[in-house]
């Protein structure tokens, strides 16, 4: 099943008086299980061909189709409901709140989306192997723990599709190669689709596809 279709996605940035052509033509098709990785250089449009394909960022020409419905024809009442149960997010920067406990980061995410329930949390944090740390505050934790309360926080919603920008990029080769081993488990037993950007090559190996992005194209 697709979850998630582009047709000559093209987005442009405006700087001063140039419009830069950022993404150029991107059609692509991801199926429900899918784990993606789009790796490219830096500065190739990877972070933006996410936010597009994740409804955080606008674009000019074509069309996205996100479970379905194009993402143009949805008012942003049905885009922001579409992100809170559908769509969890991880980011390079962990981004958690530093006087919340691993529990209460995750609790957070919950009452946003609505979903307040004590137990699926502990769920959330044995899943991620957090659970023995559920009271620890994130400067107590190293990098590859805060990643994994922030992917735990992403998954509270019980999303469909996990957007993930370079969750790695913070981690040293041990620690991001542990994420990675976590984003594949959830692929896996949870059937999570992800798409992932990173523009480290030896993690290609745990995504079932991917996409090469140089200047804004596919190679
Ligand atoms: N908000 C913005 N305004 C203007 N230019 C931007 C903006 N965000 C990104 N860019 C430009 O778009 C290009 C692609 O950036 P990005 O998607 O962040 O690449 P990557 O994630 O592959 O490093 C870069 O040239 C960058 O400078
Ligand atoms: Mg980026």
Redesign the pocket.
């Known amino acids: 099943m697709k979850v998630l279709e582009t047709k000559k996605l093209n987005?442009y940035?405006?700087?001063g008086n140039n419009k830069?052509h950022?993404?150029k033509n991107i059609s692509l098709t991801i199926n429900s299980g899918d784990f993606l990785g789009?790796i490219?250089?830096?500065?190739?449009?990877?972070?933006?061909?996410?936010?597009c394909l994740g409804t955080l960022?606008n674009f000019e020409g074509g069309d996205v189709f996100l479970l379905g419905r194009n993402i143009k024809d949805l008012n942003d009442k049905q885009i922001a409901k579409i992100r809170n149960s559908e769509i969890g997010y991880v980011f390079q920067f962990f981004n958690l709140i530093p006087n919340l406990t691993a529990y209460e980061n995750v609790l957070l995410a919950s009452a946003i989306t609505k979903q307040v329930n004590d137990e699926r949390i502990d769920e959330l944090l044995m899943l991620v192997g957090m659970e023995k740390f559920k009271e620890y505050y994130p400067e107590q934790l190293s990098g590859g723990m805060q990643q994994r309360i922030a992917i735990a926080r992403a998954l509270i919603n019980g999303p469909k599709i996990l957007f993930a920008?370079?969750p790695t990029g913070n981690l040293d080769q041990k620690k991001g190669k542990e994420i990675m081993e976590l984003l594949k488990k959830l692929n896996k037993e949870q059937g999570l689709t992800i798409i992932l950007?990173t523009?480290n090559e030896d993690y290609i190996s745990y995504c079932n596809r991917t996409i090469n992005?140089i200047d804004?194209e596919i190679v």
């Open positions: 987005k940035f405006e700087q830069n950022i993404l789009i490219g250089p830096s500065g190739s449009g990877k972070t933006t061909l996410l936010y960022e920008d370079e950007v523009h992005l804004g």
